[in-house]
């Protein structure tokens, strides 16, 4: 062989072995792109938790190192009847972050949704006082949080209690108690596990007004020392609104009361005339047009949410510290609660990874715009 034909053979086995390198690397990770920066999370369905979804588990330990149960620690799950609490899911789920050494969410314990009836009544139907309310809550909580005392790290511990408008919703905890319920239940949390973490979560609240109240809120309960640890920002966004600047000051505006900063249920909406809220009680009506990709997404709209996800967290990562979760609501497109809400039969693509478990352009752009760290 002559001299040339070896030189190109050999430059040739590089080329291979360096694509093959290249082809065999393992795929980076969240949670490792955003090391010393803050965790990186997701929300979990019993299937993910349980080994049911054995693809989706792969992705969970892989990217994430902390985690939120979706629906298992919610009242009418764990609590349904007065007397009988149920933890076999919710066992599972601190089972499963346990072995794999993960951050662990409680959601949620007072919120004004998925709440038996009984909860709020007496035995003629009536609404229940204001002494058995919080009796009741205070068990709940006693019993849920002291459970999974030293295990789960950080609960949201009331959620959702704003308007938009920045009043307390009306929700019946507050018609029976009162608006100290909130306090109620940060204090019963606090005596159950004083070690934990202790957050109110919420969604809009880039929204100027609903800002302002939730401030508001966190404030007083600081002033009269109750134990709030955080604040979680929902971030179920969409392509265009709320804006990067007002994420941005909604962040700093929290950390001046020198609160911890998470992004709770973050997911971005790609379909049109989609509404900036996470009120699991709306619903429109079906119509095609607004149900514009059921068959796939477009390249230019998957541009555009790789474009957002990136400016998202390019803006995260300006509160190093201050921001310290970021988690993701599901794991891939296909469990997304946004595929049916706020109409029923809509296929969306929210989330890092398509419905077959693969990585999406804007996981790309997420670990792109992640801080450089020194070697």
């Keep these: 062989m002559h001299r040339y034909s070896c030189l190109v053979v050999a430059s040739l086995a590089l080329v291979l072995s360096d694509t093959q390198s290249q082809s065999s690397s393992p795929q980076p990770s969240l949670k490792d792109a955003y090391q010393g920066c803050f965790m990186v999370g997701a929300a979990l369905n019993a299937a993910q938790f349980t080994g049911q979804d054995q693809a989706e588990d792969a992705i969970i330990k892989a990217q ?36 794999n050494h993960m951050f662990m969410i409680g959601h949620n314990l007072v919120w004004h949704s998925q709440v038996p009836k009984w909860v709020f009544e007496d035995n003629n139907a009536q ?24 295990r789960i790290s950080g609960w949201d511990v009331v959620n959702e209690a ?21 306090e109620k239940a940060f204090r019963y949390a606090h005596e159950a596990d004083p070690q934990a973490q202790l957050y109110y979560n919420d969604y809009s609240l880039e929204n100027e007004a609903k800002r302002k109240g939730a401030l508001a809120l966190a404030s007083t309960l600081k002033a009269k020392g109750v134990p ?54 709306l619903s429109l009506a079906s119509d095609p047009k607004l149900n514009p990709y059921p068959d796939g997404l477009p390249d230019a709209v998957q541009q555009a949410l790789a474009k957002r996800y990136a400016d998202l967290f390019r803006t995260y990562s300006e509160h190093c510290g201050l921001v310290t979760r970021v988690t ?12 049916d809400w706020p109409i029923r039969g809509r296929t969306n693509y929210p989330l890092l990874f398509d419905r077959n478990g693969q ?6 752009a997420v670990i792109q715009v992640a801080p450089k760290r020194a070697p």
């Design 228 to 281: 709030i640890t955080g604040v979680g920002l929902q971030d179920h966004v969409n392509l265009d609104s709320p804006t990067t600047d007002q994420i941005d000051a909604t962040i700093t505006e929290f950390g001046k009361l020198s609160l911890k900063v998470m992004i709770t249920e973050l997911d971005v909406d790609v379909l049109p005339s989609s509404p900036h809220t996470a009120d699991v009680s």
């Design 64 to 99: 994430f190192n902390s985690v939120s149960p979706e629906n298992v620690l919610k009242w009418e799950i764990v609590h349904p009847r007065p007397n009988e609490f149920n933890f076999s899911l919710a066992d599972k789920y601190v089972e499963f972050g346990e072995q």
């Design 162 to 182: 704003l308007n938009d408008d920045g009043t307390l919703r009306q929700s019946p905890w507050l018609k029976i108690i009162g608006d100290d319920y909130i």
């Design 328 to 339: 993701f609501w599901g794991v891939t497109d296909k469990d997304s609660w946004k595929n």
């Design 359 to 364: 990585p999406k352009p804007a996981f790309d």
């Design 127 to 150: 609404p229940a006082s204001r002494k058995v309310l919080l009796e009741r809550m205070r068990h709940h909580i006693h019993t849920v949080v002291g459970r999974y005392k030293g």
